[in-house]
């Protein structure tokens, strides 16, 4: 079951803009990871937070999380021809035992950064 | 570079079709998974491994099974194609994928 909903469902920026995408989701985490999609090609693993953190930076990208609203963002700054992208928030489930790094993904938001 | 790998990056079935899509990792990681995408629809589990001849239904398990005999490899067996599973296949160890193989079925 998707649990995840990305908002907003495409984004439109020029180069040098901040893009800042969120995500909502239902159950309770383990940790919640970012990943970037190239034009119908696999996802590539960006950041991972666990439940516990609340903000992770890494190079240009800022994600914060807020475990009372279920939700997260993802900020990409001074945005590059390059990030055009689909990006997919994923929640991995906090499981008594384990949940084996399953992963339950949200629709996606569609990036275009214009030069 | 951990490494994902599947056999084929496009495929084109027949309805009726048994399909094998393979999937190979060099991490020797004990979980992999395989996941199908469709527009609007996002990424869905179907089937995910624990260990080797370990296997556990996802989301969407229908129409589908699975083999691990061996840790490396992960197959996705469609027992009988058809149209309504024309999709892109993913296959993943925890924070890596593949490239993904779209499948057609005609």
């Known amino acids: 079951s998707q649990q995840g909903e990305e908002d907003p469902q495409a984004l439109s920026i020029q180069e040098g803009e901040n893009a800042t995408m969120n995500c909502s989701y239902k159950?309770?985490?383990?940790?919640l990871q970012w990943y970037r999609q190239n034009s119908g090609r696999g996802l590539v693993h960006l950041i991972l937070?666990?439940?516990?953190?609340r903000e992770k930076h890494s190079g240009r990208l800022r994600v914060t999380l807020d475990t009372s609203k279920k939700s997260s963002s993802l900020l990409i700054t001074a945005s590059r021809a390059a990030d055009t992208a689909s990006y997919f928030c994923?929640?991995?489930?906090?499981?008594?035992?384990?949940?084996?790094?399953?992963?339950?993904f949200g629709q996606g938001t569609i990036l275009t950064v214009h030069p | 570079d951990v490494k994902v790998t599947q056999s084929s990056r496009y495929l084109v079935k027949r309805t009726g079709e048994k399909v094998f899509l393979e999937c190979v990792q060099d991490?020797?990681?004990?979980?992999m998974f395989w996941y199908r995408q469709d527009p609007g629809l996002g990424l869905r589990l179907i089937y995910f491994?624990?260990?080797?001849?370990?296997?556990e239904k996802g989301d969407i398990p229908e129409g589908y099974s699975v083999s691990r005999e061996k840790k490396e490899r992960f197959s996705l067996i469609l027992e009988s194609a058809s149209t309504n599973q024309t999709s892109m296949y993913l296959c993943?160890?925890?924070?890596?994928f593949g490239s993904g193989t779209r499948l057609t079925v005609v």
């Open positions: 994923a929640t991995v489930p906090f499981a008594g035992g384990t949940s084996y790094g399953k992963l339950t």
């Open positions: 159950t309770s985490i383990n940790n």
């Open positions: 937070i666990r439940s516990n953190e």
């Open positions: 991490m020797d990681h004990e979980n």
């Open positions: 491994s624990y260990d080797v001849k370990m296997k």
């Open positions: 993943a160890i925890p924070g890596t």
